[in-house]
Nanobody, 118 residues
Framework: QVRLVESGGGLVQAGGSLRLSCAYSVNTLRAYTLGWYRQVPGKQRELVATIMVGDTTNYADTVKGRFTISRDDAKNTVDLQMNSLKPEDTAVYFC????????????WGQGTQVTVSS
C-alpha cells in the first residue's frame, strides 16, 4: 500500500527556516517524480517544487532561491528545506509522488501545516 507521510511543519517567524520531510512506504516510488505542493483555503493547490529521478529540480518562481528540494532514495524520503520564509508561504504543504509517464499513478500525503508569522 502506498503511503506518504509528511512531517516538520509548524509555526515560524518571518525570515526563519523549516525543513519538511516526507517518507514514502514502497520502494517503487524511487522511480517517480517527487514533489511538494501547497494550498491555502479557497485557492487551488499549487506547485512548490519537484525533483525527478536523476535529481533534476523545478521550482515555483515564488520560492526560487529560498527553498531546496532533495530526495534520498536509500531512505525513501523527499525533503523541502525552506529558508527566508515569508507570511505568504503560510499553507498546508503536501507531498506528492507521480509516475513520470502513467497519469493514474499519482499519490498524495495528508499534508502538514506551515504558518509564518509577520
Amino acid at each position: 500500500q502506498v503511503r506518504l507521510v509528511e512531517s516538520g511543519g509548524g509555526l515560524v517567524q518571518a525570515g526563519g527556516s523549516l525543513r519538511l520531510s516526507c517518507a514514502y512506504s514502497v520502494n517503487t516510488l524511487r522511480a517517480y517524480t517527487l514533489g511538494w505542493y501547497r494550498q491555502v483555503p479557497g485557492k487551488q493547490r499549487e506547485l512548490v517544487a519537484t525533483i525527478m529521478v536523476g535529481d533534476t529540480t523545478n521550482y515555483a518562481d515564488t520560492v526560487k532561491g529560498r527553498f531546496t528540494i532533495s530526495r534520498d532514495d536509500a531512505k525513501n524520503t523527499v525533503d523541502l528545506q525552506m529558508n527566508s520564509l515569508k507570511p505568504e508561504d503560510t499553507a498546508v504543504y503536501f507531498c506528492n509522488a507521480r509516475h513520470p509517464q502513467l497519469q493514474p499513478y499519482n499519490y498524495w500525503g495528508q499534508g502538514t501545516q506551515v504558518t509564518v508569522s509577520s
